[in-house]
């Protein structure tokens, strides 16, 4: 796996939203202390701890250790030793993390928790867009992250060469099929009506789209002079012939069964959007390890 730019495009989250999402795991985890510790580690015992992976993927998370520890004891000092974004395998050390025992044993949890996570969304994402590369579609998210985790899900899928979708609901327009199904009754000759009185409540820089579930919906769609249509569980006949339709007019983006044995198939029909929910939604926690050698005060 190749290594990617960590600069600009993968600009971590700052600290203000990391430290939203840490403290709160930190009062979940240890609010009232860590019991085995204190009983049990010395108060001048130091410790030395390597993140390994335990199979390949793609890295995600590194920053955000950083700041855990950070946040839990500015004592501890932590070494990256791989950049977000780059590919590794079974075996390679990810980072270096040292300081007092107790400190690293309490934030050791929750850093890794974090990193597995983003590590495998960004290892989904990374397969999605190396199964289309050479094609014009681009891999996207959706809203479909886990609640209070979107900063660092969103993030965790650019680390692995995929974009951005709208971040919420106050970032663009999206009208989906309840909407319509609102506004219209399912008569699609109010489409186009609904969809033009609905733009002239919005600014003029506000990206509108519309999701279809038939190639008739998309010319009552389009008179309205959307920005993006998307087409939601098309099969690939459908999905070719809803792109000549819209014939330029519009983004065109496909959604609904994308999977890893499906996104080329996809792609090759010409679409330039395929946002999958599954990289964020139903991914398995990457298998990364985290191995410590304790010493106390006065031991080589």
Known sequence: MNQTSTSGFLAAPDDRS????????????????????????????TARAVVRARVP???????????VFALVDP???????????????????????????????????????LMQRMSAIATATHALVQAVAGMSARVTDTRKTTPG???????????????????????????KDNHLAVLTGGDTGKITQALLEGK???GHTVHVEVEVDSLDMIEPVLAAGVDTIMLD??????????????????????????????????????VDVI??????????????????????????
Do not use: K
């Open 233 to 270: 569980n098309f099969s690939l006949e459908d999905l070719a012939e809803g792109v000549r339709r819209v014939a330029g007019r519009a983004l065109v983006e496909a959604s609904g069964n994308v999977r890893l044995d499906t996104i080329a198939a996809i792609a090759a029909t010409g």
């Open 200 to 202: 002239t409540r919005l």
């Open 149 to 175: 985790l979107r900063t660092l899900e969103r993030y965790a899928v650019r680390c692995g060469g995929g974009s951005n979708h709208r971040y919420s609901l106050s970032d663009a327009v999206m009208v």
């Open 57 to 67: 993927g793609v890295l995600s998370g590194g920053p955000v250790a950083q700041r």
């Open 275 to 300: 946002s999958s929910g599954a990289i964020t939604h139903s991914v398995a926690n990457l298998d990364l390890g985290l191995d410590i050698d304790i010493r106390t005060e006065g031991t080589p």
């Open 18 to 45: 990391l430290d939203r999402i840490i403290l709160a795991a930190l009062e979940e985890d240890s609010a009232h202390g860590d019991l085995t510790s204190e009983a049990f580690i010395p108060v001048s015992a």
């Open 75 to 113: 004592r501890v000092r932590v070494t990256a030793l791989l950049d977000d974004g780059e590919g590794f395998e079974p075996g390679a050390d990810l980072a270096l993390i040292e300081g007092p025992a107790r400190s690293v044993l309490l934030g050791e949890r929750i850093a890794l928790n």
